[in-house]
């Protein structure tokens, strides 16, 4: 008896060293409204990408200025990423994570404002470069601040719940913004979003513990990053593999009219179904990545790639193409053990590896629809733009296999030094 009296003690013991660890990394706030409210901004930054897609036609229409043109806002959006990434994690490194976080979301806040504001094309294109320069830095770091109060056996599925806010911005803001837009005018999209993205930075500001900055980061510290060869290969596969995914999204709509005869309201149903496979993905990449990064992320690689091969195939049946779409939004949870293993591999430098992960799939969101303009300009027909996905998976694969022969030669090194 005394025993057992003994056991439940300890059980008890342990069950409150746990609880006062857990409200010593979070603070007065649990981990899952933490990490809602990051996952929120992640929604924010959702909706201004990919609602500015939808809301292009309008824009454009106000501008005097005819499609193709207007979508130079899209493209400078992409570049504003890729630069503002790796310079505002190098530059701004010190800061407590914290205050970088509410820093990144009022700068947003700001991008999106001007955007609404905008009079012409080239303040429109000024402004939507403004807004992508926060966009990479928000999701390195705040993926990492999750990570780091979560708990080493709990990083895949916290980078997951952050990144859902992605996911749910596909299936539920992104047509909600888009329709605001349409009704009350393109401009109250962007003020919507500008307002959420202060609601973002305040609940940051309440709820996220606030941790130091770290004394030991500098400048020259986090740009080794980009000289280390297992970051890079991490990236590369990020900004190759994942194009496959933008090869087939970017061109669906189109793919869709012009080859099958089904209602327009299918394109919506079907870009519904394609969020839910996202979702999914991330969902799964969060629950079994952990301690299988590397196998998690060949799985969501290969399934992208076959996926994508399964749509080019199905071209002009709008069932079997919503459903190849589905599986193509479930290889995205890719996202999750890439850039958790860059934890991993990232050294000192994990702000800037975090961040340019983000600048990676921006690339892949450049590279995977040129290719596919390419082959479609070239007459090879809508089918191409799976084919193409399905080659840039394939390339994916082959750099996925390097960074494989580049972490066993590290652990042969290793043991070599230990023996």
Known sequence: MANQTDDITSTQTAS???CLEESSATGKYSLATITFWLA???????????AAMGLLPYFAEDFGITENVAGHAISAYAIGVVVGAPLITIFFSRLARRTMLISMMIFYAGGNLLTALAWSEWTMNIARFI?????????????????DIAGKNKRAQAVSNVIMGLAIANIIGVPSISGIGQMFG?????????????????MVWKTAPYRGPNPDAKPLTELKALKNKDVLLVLL?????FGGMFSVYSYFSASYLNTTLAPEWGISATLLIYGIGVTLGNIIAGRYSEGRLLTSAIVFQVLLGLSAAAYAASMGQPYLMAASLFFIG??????????????????????????????????????GPWLAGMTLSAGYGYASTGWVGLALAGGGVLVWLAIVMTARNTQVQTATVSG
């Open 16 to 18: 409150h060293r746990v």
């Open 237 to 241: 596969m990020g900004a190759i593999g």
């Open 186 to 202: 393109w401009r109250t999209g962007f003020f919507m979003i500008s307002a959420f993205a202060l609601v973002t930075a305040l």
């Open 131 to 147: 807004a992508g320069l926060p966009h990479g830095a928000y999701f390195g770091i705040a993926m990492l601040f999750a990570a």
């Open 330 to 367: 479930i290889g995205g949870g890719m996202v999750v053990p890439l850039q958790t293993r860059l934890m991993d591999v990232a050294g000192e430098a994990q702000t800037l590896a975090g961040a340019m992960n983000h600048a990676a799939f921006n690339t892949a969101n450049a590279l």
């Open 40 to 50: 929120f901004g992640t929604f924010v930054i959702g909706c201004s990408e990919f």
